[in-house]
């Protein structure tokens, strides 16, 4: 017998004792659904329910923040009135809340990367409806600090692009005109984790935390940065200031959810 056929009449009897589990609630599963790379083959359907609220409009559309009531039309929020931010526009893929939070939470510190697919799937939408027609350059993932990489293992924001030129590629028969850039921006100092903090913690917190590597890489390039989650803005925004000292022309913002 082949070790391919042994191999999978053992994972079929695995399966039949041991169904898989809903990653939230922890609720045995419906077999039928596991093999298949989705958010259905995670979670069960009473936690799956609630599902991923995307982001469309009305959103600020500077820092791309949900508008719940109000004006239908796309505006700019009070806060990106009164502070700006660094970033040029910021664009999410869905609001950070219900099973999607849960997700991302296994994604990053459990190294659930089964649900990776379908987050990469939501990114490579946003960035078609968002950024396809502007002249992106460099397409960046927020570093994380090595003592951290080493940690986890890899770096939840590079994860989520991954596939984006195979993607490109397959959908559009060509290549795009950007590059994914891992290696010209370093997080420098470990921050502690800003969950809890207000904004102007944040913002000190992480003062000094990135620095730049081969400038000629930044200079004159607009840059699109990658990021999980996107709360106050504080990280992207000081990796944005940090990429403008450096001569970037312009720096946005894709992120997966958006608190
Ligand atoms: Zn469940
Ligand atoms: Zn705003």
Known sequence: MSSGLKHRIFSGIEQLFYPPKCMK?????????????????????????????????????????????????NHVCQSCLKTPLTLGKVRAAALYQGVLKDAIHLFKYQSCLSVAKVFEDLMFQTYEQHFFKDPIDVIMPVPLHKKKLKDRGFNQAFILIRNFKKKYEQKWGRQPQWQIDTRSLFRIKKTSPQTGFDIDHRKTNLKGAFAVMNEEHIENKHILLIDDVFTTG??????????????????????????
């Open 25 to 73: 609630c922890g609720v045995y599963m419906d077999t039928a659904v596991q093999s298949s790379a989705s958010i259905q083959a995670c979670f069960c359907d009473q936690c799956l329910s609630s599902g991923f609220s995307l982001i469309d409009k009305p959103y600020c559309k500077k820092c791309g923040l949900k508008f719940v009531q109000g004006s239908s039309d």
């Open 234 to 259: 504080a990280t992207c925004n000081e990796a944005a200031v940090q990429l403008l000292q450096h001569n970037a022309s312009k720096v946005d913002a894709l992120v997966l959810a958006r608190a």
